[in-house]
């Protein structure tokens, strides 16, 4: 009876050793795969960060070059420096307006403009306005309209035409522009300063961007046109192997009437 004890306490300690080792191997096979796991969701979340963020910089560099082509186009539309458009239109944007009603006022006041110089009847009361901003006929001849917006931000910002901002940019800059107003009061010096804290590129700079959109939609174009053509000819080969189908059974009757031995 002692030794039936004896052994099964032996057989219970051994069972029990055998139990702790499978434990402690199954303890690390979890903790390898957990590993695992934690390592394969480190480096699929560092490919995830990469991609995203390679996807912003494509992103970046197709905003970019939308944003100069789109400068540019105006500039050349309206006459103006593309890169002081783009610093007025960032100034705006802090006030509720942006490029297009910048770009369309500065088309506006480029025409009052010439109209004042030209000296034709009805300029005279444009010559009066632009002179109660500051800005004598001799003097219009030779400014550029983005520098007669900035002078007469100046002349806002002084409080010189106090209750005849409405009136002054409605006739200058057009009806539909008031909203400018709020930009205008603000002075050059504040203007440049909030444009050029936004981002300007220079003139140069929007210029290669601009050409560098063309040559994308050139490329677009030739792709465009060059896969056009890719799919006409796989029609024609799909056509072609449809008119062979149709045959085929009486090529192959003909070529087995050819091998069978004459009688």
């Given amino acids: 009876c ?9 057989m219970d300690a051994t069972a029990t050793a055998k139990l702790a080792l499978d434990a402690s191997g199954l303890d690390r096979g979890l903790a390898s795969a957990q590993d695992s796991v934690s390592r394969f969701a480190k480096q699929a979340g560092q490919a995830l960060v990469g991609a995203f963020a390679f996807g912003k910089i494509i992103q970046g560099f197709t905003t970019a070059i939308e944003k100069g082509d789109e400068l540019q186009d105006i500039a050349e539309k309206f006459g103006v420096s593309a890169s002081k458009l783009q610093m007025l239109g960032n100034a705006a944007s802090v006030f509720g ?8 006022g500065l088309n506006k006041l480029s025409l009052a403009q010439q109209k004042a110089v ?7 009361a444009l010559v009066a306005t632009f002179s109660e901003v500051g800005i004598s006929l001799e003097e219009l001849r030779g400014i550029t309209a983005e520098d007669i917006f ?13 209750g005849r901002q409405f009136v002054i940019v409605n006739e200058l800059l057009g009806k539909a522009q008031t909203d400018l107003i709020k930009v205008l009061n603000q002075g050059s010096e504040a203007i440049i300063e909030q444009g050029n804290a936004i981002g300007v590129f220079s003139n140069e700079t929007i210029a290669q961007l601009s050409a560098a959109s063309d040559s994308i939609k050139k490329f677009q174009n030739i792709l465009t046109v060059g896969f056009g053509v890719a799919a006409g000819k ?3 080969a799909v056509e072609a192997y449809g008119r062979f189908a149709a045959i085929k059974p009486i090529i192959k009757f003909f070529d087995e009437t050819k ?3 004459k009688a």
């Fill in 150 to 162: 900035l002078k007469i931000a100046d002349s806002f910002a002084s409080g010189a035409n106090d």
């Fill in 234 to 236: 796989i029609m024609e």
């Fill in 259 to 261: 091998e069978q031995p």
């Fill in 118 to 124: 030209s000296g034709e009847s009805g300029s005279e």
């Fill in 2 to 10: 002692g030794r039936k004890q004896k052994g099964g306490a032996i």
């Fill in 97 to 104: 307006s942006g490029l297009d009603q910048v770009s369309a």
